[in-house]
């Protein structure tokens, strides 16, 4: 049982950097992840959330973006989404996120200190989390539509 805290320690952390809690169209960096920071972000946000750690150069979330980006425009009045740029390169992973439109926050973790965290064996990797910040499940591999809507339906009713 993994307990996650403060989403004010987050931004704090970004803000600090210079940077904003989400990336958009204009951004030419993405805030980088403090994993203490993110940690416990999730458990002070009080709303289910989805993490999808990727890479640009990561095959298989190439083929699930655009599927994590309608789950957001779906869903993200009740259930956060947020985007982890993992070990790739900053340049890249901004094209990423421009060439998907996706609009749900995003970090940069080039260290892959989130990955490490969520003991993932390599991307993609999806984390569904509950309000309060415990991680009910773990996704290893490409999501499919079915298991994205499960894994949704469980943190919105868990």
Known sequence: MVRIASWVSLL???VACGGTAATTQTDSTLPPVDLDA????????????VVNLWAS????CR??????REASTRFGDRVRFVGVAT????????????????????FGDPAGAVK????????????????????????YGVIDDQ????GID???NG
């Open 87 to 106: 070990e790739d390169a900053p340049s890249d992973s901004i094209a990423f996120i421009h060439e998907f439109d996706l609009t749900f926050e995003n």
């Open 12 to 14: 704090l952390v970004v």
């Open 154 to 156: 469980d943190i919105m």
């Open 116 to 139: 490490a965290w969520a003991s993932a064996p390599g991307l993609p990797v999806t984390l569904f989390v509950l309000p309060g910040g415990e991680i009910l499940r773990r996704h």
């Open 38 to 49: 993110f940690v416990s972000a999730l458990a002070a946000d009080g709303r289910p959330t």
């Open 63 to 68: 083929s699930e973006a655009p599927l994590l």
């Open 57 to 60: 150069w990561c095959i298989p």
């Open 147 to 150: 298991t994205l809507a499960l």
